[in-house]
């Protein structure tokens, strides 16, 4: 028994099993072969260089003493513009810090498409995170595309975005 398929708008369905069975009917009688396979589950994601959790099976960032924190709750310094030595304004310090150390050690161009080494730059991390130190300070002396690349994790992992 062959059933006519009139024209039917998938909004006014109730049924999606049964629009599901009608759009691969149609499928099928203009030749189309399609195989629906089972939806695997969402693969775990894990936040690179996140603060471990004490539950096994948490994905939320822990923020650190810098990373992950928001901008009130940072040190910071108070930073003159260069083109207005009448306007000061106060930027977090590891920003300053990077923002320097790139400017000083810059040699290669396209320094924030980049990505350095991530285990160099797990470790500079930690480093700023436990010791709150500037680039400056560590030896052996970092990279300035790992500099670069810690930059705009730390600018990813702020809870409220600069940008929006």
């Given at each position: 028994?062959?059933?006519?398929?009139?024209?039917?708008?998938?909004?006014?369905?109730?049924?999606?099993?049964l629009l599901q069975q009608l759009v691969l009917?149609?499928?099928?009688?203009?030749?189309?072969?399609?195989?629906?396979?089972?939806?695997?589950p969402p693969k775990k994601s894990l936040v690179?260089?996140?603060?471990?959790?004490?539950?096994?099976?948490?994905?939320?960032?822990?923020?650190?003493?810098?990373?992950?924190?928001?901008?009130?709750?940072?040190?910071?310094?108070?930073?003159?513009?260069?083109?207005?030595?009448?306007?000061?304004?106060?930027?977090?310090?590891?920003?300053v810090s990077a923002c320097k150390y790139i400017?000083?050690?810059?040699?290669?161009?396209?320094?924030?498409?980049?990505?350095?080494?991530?285990?160099?730059?797990?470790?500079?991390?930690?480093?700023?995170?436990?010791?709150?130190?500037?680039?400056?300070?560590?030896?052996?002396?970092?990279?300035?595309?790992?500099?670069?690349?810690?930059?705009?994790?730390?600018?990813?992992?702020?809870?409220?975005?600069?940008?929006?």
């Amino acid at each position: 028994k062959v059933q006519k398929m009139e024209a039917v708008h998938g909004s006014s369905l109730d049924d999606s099993e049964l629009l599901q069975q009608l759009v691969l009917q149609e499928l099928k009688s203009r030749g189309i072969d399609v195989k629906l396979e089972t939806p695997k589950p969402p693969k775990k994601s894990l936040v690179p260089f996140s603060t471990p959790s004490n539950t096994p099976h948490s994905n939320a960032v822990i923020p650190g003493r810098i990373f992950g924190r928001r901008l009130g709750d940072l040190s910071k310094l108070l930073v003159s513009l260069e083109d207005n030595q009448d306007t000061d304004v106060l930027v977090p310090k590891l920003v300053v810090s990077a923002c320097k150390y790139i400017e000083d050690n810059v040699q290669i161009e396209g320094i924030y498409r980049m990505s350095g080494s991530a285990a160099r730059q797990k470790a500079m991390r930690k480093e700023i995170d436990t010791f709150d130190k500037d680039f400056r300070e560590m030896s052996p002396p970092p990279s300035v595309l790992d500099v670069a690349s810690l930059l705009k994790q730390f600018l990813r992992e702020l809870p409220l975005p600069i940008v929006p």
